[in-house]
């Protein structure tokens, strides 16, 4: 089974961050969605993303995989994991692949990306304190 589709433009690779791994820029893009980077150790170490519906626990957990096109775009896919597999070894759980909840959540990440992507580059401000004027610089300028 696969989940929604949704199709983004390309991750512009100036917001990579320089911490490495996999891809940091769909990292940055994932947890600006409130998202979180997960590993699959059945998978090979898979990276996927979750996002629970409850800090406290893992389920009911939006999942999504992302997968590069030779397009201009990046292809998420997106479900609604209702619970952990019920057998070890075995992947099939209680999901959801398409309903309200799921295009909702499709929706909220294509506005995300929309926003993203209209930002061409970062931009990096130094941290800078103006400068203090003395009082009687103020009063007398000089």
């Not at 820029?25 to 998978?43: D, L, Q, T, V, W």
């Not at 896919?77 to 070890?88: P, Q, R």
Request: with cysteine; charged share 25%; glycine share 8%.
């Amino acid at each position: 089974m696969c989940g929604m589709k949704i199709r983004i433009k390309k991750i512009n690779p100036t917001h990579n961050n320089l911490c490495g791994g996999i891809n940091t820029s769909y990292k940055n893009f994932m947890r600006i969605c409130g998202y979180i980077e997960i590993f699959n150790p059945h998978k090979n170490n898979d990276v996927s993303y979750a996002r629970s519906f409850d800090s406290g626990h893992f389920y009911p957990r939006f999942h999504i995989y992302i997968q590069d096109l030779p397009t201009q775009e990046t292809e998420i896919n997106l479900h609604l994991d209702m619970k952990k597999a019920s057998y070890e070894g075995v992947s099939a759980h209680s999901g959801e692949y398409d309903g309200e909840l799921v295009s909702r959540e499709a929706k909220r990440i294509k506005n995300i990306s929309d926003k993203f992507s209209l930002e061409k580059t970062v931009q990096h401000q130094p941290l800078g304190f103006k400068k203090k004027t003395s009082f009687w610089r103020k009063i007398f300028g000089f």
